[in-house]
């Protein structure tokens, strides 16, 4: 009922199309940009409910409060507390480790405003973990999720960072002002 419905909604009523070439094994992280909207977890959390996939995802602790906090962490939310230096990514890489099916939806900007600098958490857990990163691209202009590359972590972090960025450029955010790769 709820694939249904998600699917009805997000394709029918909203017009997106998603094109999905990569294939998704039991573990990987989805890194998801550009993000310069609130409308991008609402896309995401239909797009999810369509396709049938339980992500979990990191969002600031400053949006777990009640009664939000349950809610979040129902859809699959994992508190980030960026002032404290805390050992997340080795957490979620063992996490994903010991798991059977590990799913972690994560925006590199790390907020909606532009960021030139991207976080490299995502990359880091991906590669401590031994899992693939899918780069899933949100359009808002042409309407379309597009996921066409996977990343395999080699330790290169410069290059391959180089080369997401790159994968990403030309997506248009809800706010494509809000969007930048930086020095690519």
């Known amino acids: 009922m709820w694939k249904s419905f998600c699917r009805w909604l997000l394709y029918k009523q909203m017009g997106w199309t998603a094109n999905i070439t990569e294939a998704h094994p039991n573990k990987f992280i989805i890194c998801l940009a550009p993000h310069t909207s609130n409308w991008d977890f609402l896309i995401g959390q239909l797009y999810s409910g369509a396709e049938g996939m339980k992500s979990n995802f990191l969002m600031k602790k400053e949006w777990f409060f009640w009664p939000l906090g349950s809610l979040f962490r129902s859809l699959g939310g994992i508190p980030v507390w960026?002032?404290?230096?805390?050992?997340?990514?080795?957490?979620?890489?063992?996490?994903?480790?010991?798991?059977?099916?590990?799913?972690?939806?994560?925006?590199?900007?790390?907020?909606?405003?532009?960021?030139?600098?991207?976080?490299?958490?995502?990359?880091?857990?991906?590669?401590?973990?031994?899992?693939?990163?899918?780069?899933?691209?949100?359009?808002?202009?042409?309407?379309?999720?597009?996921?066409?590359?996977?990343i395999i972590p080699n330790g290169d972090i410069d290059a391959q960072m180089k080369e997401i960025k790159t994968y990403f450029k030309d997506f248009k955010g809800k706010k494509p002002e809000n969007f930048t790769t930086g020095d690519i």
């Open 82 to 150: 960026r002032s404290k230096h805390t050992s997340m990514t080795d957490n979620l890489a063992e996490t994903a480790r010991q798991a059977r099916q590990f799913m972690l939806c994560i925006t590199p900007e790390g907020t909606r405003s532009p960021n030139p600098e991207w976080k490299k958490g995502f990359y880091y857990i991906a590669q401590k973990a031994e899992i693939p990163i899918l780069l899933y691209g949100v359009d808002y202009e042409k309407r379309l999720i597009n996921c066409t590359k996977t």
